[in-house]
């Protein structure tokens, strides 16, 4: 037989069944969907980033900065001596800061994007292009301050209004909105404020260092040419022309962004996960169900080969459409996901949708590939069955002989064929497909379970590795010890259907009869509740973790700091004034800074004040009196790098400037302290002016002071600087709570999604399984079943298979989450929490679920004509 006729078979069966292509095709889409959406919404963070550094340092031909972020700057010198090199026409000062806007005593949030000052140069003075003013003039004289149009907008400013801004080296200052500016950056929540060059030195500068120096050439020098000659005098500085400035920035950009990248990508590779598994149990169920057209045709002369690529050529098809329709759904989801970022404020910049030659291809070869190779093994295995046993057999009973194999199948055959029964029956039992599922599941069960046990053991990113590739054996384990896994798990969940009495039975039987399907079905919610219950777990253990830090590291009443996601912290200024409070006994501001030792950047703590009355934390060796030039180290710390008390070591700051000290005291892990704690000198001298400031201030009060009047006297203070907030210990935890809910809502968000693929495919697989049922609903339909009681043997069968791939999930989530903790001890994550009142919630979600995803199939069920079914073929 030619192809051609096969060809119209294929397509001619498509258009003829037109419900059941509508559910093949649900299953490429969401499969495909998923990883589509996730390309579609990093590339389009990324050219957004790009189209706003494209106009970053335009105009200038070389920049010189420091080596590292947060070091001291630049030297007014080293300005002085490039101003003076021959080629340089005109050199500029970068002065710029963190600040804060207040308009009417508030606090403008802009989520999670950065409020900064700068110096605005007038076109005589500056390098770089100037921003066009929309509204009003720039700044003349201090007191006047522009502002971007984005922050305008945010903040409801216009020219004229007055703003209070806060900074980090002078507190509070008032001002007044000179003019608003354009700047093509300008989404996302960033606010952008210029002061005139005089105020800005004073405001962001101690006099001495510049953020950066910006050069112009002379008319006819080349500017990298002139690049390397400041390069070879300045040998300690970055010097960089204004392509490489753009794509430093970039890079920086995309190391913060890979996470994010990363992350995406593992959720969509498990959507694709899911929708591989849903697309492959509708292929073998549809097959299951045409077994006797396909042994028709074969009867009539196409031959094993043409029908089978006749049922691949359909998955072609069907893969084709799929995708497209899967990438058009993907960047649905994309613009779904940053209106949901954005819900949450995070100040992430906002662009048309990316859509790269590179996604398309990924999705529909993805797609497409997944369809054809799903449908494969069913297409093989209905072109190898006798034409006369598949239109004589009901495969239900004889599902078993079909999943031995070609090779399998036809050795048993050949035994029995010869009265060798006696080994047949064994060998057959061997090569069943469930025991070696079974076998295998269970060697990669045991695996899995120990290297996360071996990974658990330490901490790190080679332990979390460990156990995550223990967590992907566990799943895997689960996908093929599923369907033995079912009966024992689903016969004893069948007690919730016994007061449905025999419709309960009925549904739990159905539920049994075919344990792959069931299985199948259930992987999908396996697979979102195992990944809901893990990240449950770890919100709940880091509130708990910081709950036990606080109440055991803090001893102190009150504590003022900054909100979430603020760049600018406590002020200096306001530990003066907090002092001054009646009934404060002891105040002590935490600073932070940042070191190299032994090559590695290290977080060094700060107290400003008698930190053991307002802290808990225990001396080892030596004493936790700071002098000039000391540091204090953690045991763990100690260790690492073989230091000990009254040892003279080296830090270096990141302008690479050394600092000899001295090494008075180890104490006892904390991880409130961090592993150094060093000095208020030597911090002065690690910071630059500009970017000094308390990450919180914590004080003691007297004994026997009025709590509720010292707060009162507090929160005054706070409102002169809009965004500090003033909180005892238990508000403390609730404002770190809130942030790791905020980031666990974001997760959760994404989470969603694949658990609404998996409803789909319960869906999906519920009603093919209604059509491969058509005969025996009918009969059942035919001696006395009514309508209702169908509906609700499917609803309750829906629920069973719900709360079995729930049970699974959550029983592995836990596991896993567990193995995950015990890795991120050394960040403070040593409490072990489980949200038991989630869990339970989500089990009993889920069986609220199975019965919705059962809604359209019960319905299709009662709907059945019993005497059509029966006489259908």
Known sequence: ???????????????????????????????????????????????????????????????????????????????????????VRVVAPGINGPVSLLKDGKYVQTGGAPTVGQAYLPPDKAVAEQEKFVAGVPPAAAGQVAINEGGAERAGLKVGDKVKVVTLAKGDIE????????????????????????????????????????VAAQSGVNADQLRDEIATAL?????????????????????????????????????????????????????????????????????????GRSVVGEALIVG?????????????????????????????????????????????????????????????????IPPVEAMREEFASSAETRRLGAVGGGVVKGLRGIGLGVLANPLQAVLTSKWLRVGIGAVMTVAGVALVIIGAQGTGGNAALTVGIGALALILAVLLVSPALSRPVISVLGVLVIPFGPI??????????????????????????????????????????IGELVDKGVSGDYMLAGPPNSFIGVPLKATDEVKKVPGVQDVVAFHGAQVKIDGDTVFVTVPEGPMKSVMNYDIEKGSDTLGANDIMISETFAGEHDWSAGESVELTGLDGKKYPVTVSGIFKDTPLLQNVVTSMPLYEQLVPASYQSSFVIILKAVPGADLQTMRADLTKIAENYGNVQVMDREDYKGVQGQQIDTMLAILYGLLALAVVIAILGIVNTLALSVVERRREIGMLRAV???????RRSIYLESMLIAIFGALVGVVL????????????????????AVPWGQIVLMLVASGVVGVLAALWPGIRAARTPPLAAIADI
């Not at 001002?175 to 030195?201: K, N, V």
């Not at 753009?246 to 190391?255: H, V």
């Not at 006395?784 to 169908?790: A, N, V, W």
Request: avoid cysteine; glycine fraction near 12%.
């Open 235 to 307: 040998p300690d500085y970055k010097v960089q022309n204004g392509d490489q400035v753009r794509e430093d920035m970039k890079k920086q950009l995309g190391d913060a962004l890979k996470f994010i990248n990363y992350f995406l990508l593992a959720f969509g590779a498990i959507a694709l996960i899911v929708g591989t598994f849903i697309i492959y149990n509708t292929f073998s169920m549809l097959v299951a169900q045409r077994l006797r057209e396909l042994a028709l045709l074969r009867a009539v002369g196409a031959s094993s080969g043409q029908v």
């Open 813 to 832: 989530g836990l596991g896993l989450g567990v193995g995950f903790l015990r890795t991120l001890q050394d960040l403070g994550l040593d409490t072990i």
């Open 1 to 87: 037989m030619s192809g051609s006729p096969m060809r119209k078979v294929a397509l001619r069966n498509l258009a003829a069944h037109k419900v059941r292509l509508v559910l093949t095709l649900l299953s490429v889409v969401l499969g495909t969907a998923f990883i589509a959406g996730s390309f579609v919404f990093t590339d389009t963070l990324s050219k957004t980033f790009d189209n706003i550094f494209a106009n970053q340092a335009k105009g200038v031909d070389v920049r010189v900065s420091p080596k590292e972020q947060m070091a001291q700057g630049i030297p007014v010198t080293v300005m002085d001596q490039v101003q003076g090199m021959p080629g």
């Open 175 to 214: 001002a007044t909105i000179s003019g608003i500016y354009q700047f093509e950056g300008d989404s996302g929540g960033f606010i952008g404020l210029q002061f005139d060059e005089q105020q800005a030195r004073q405001l962001f500068t101690d006099g001495k260092h510049l953020a950066y120096v910006d």
């Open 504 to 545: 309960g039975r009925m549904a739990r039987n159905n539920a049994l009869r075919n344990p792959r399907r069931t299985a199948a079905t259930a992987f999908a919610l396996t697979l979102g509740l195992m990944l809901v219950s893990a990240i449950g777990m770890l919100g709940a253990s880091a509130k708990a973790s």
């Open 320 to 384: 084709i459409i799929g995708s497209a329709l899967g990438l058009a759904a993907g960047i649905g989801l994309a613009f779904g996901l940053s209106a949901l970022l954005n819900a949450f404020d995070l100040g992430l910049p906002t662009g048309t949708m990316a859509v790269l030659p590179r996604t398309v291809a990924v999705a529909m070869i993805v797609g497409v590939l997944v369809t054809v190779v799903s449908a494969y093994a069913p297409a093989r295995r209905a072109a190898t």
């Open 784 to 790: 006395g079943m009514q309508r209702p009681q169908m």
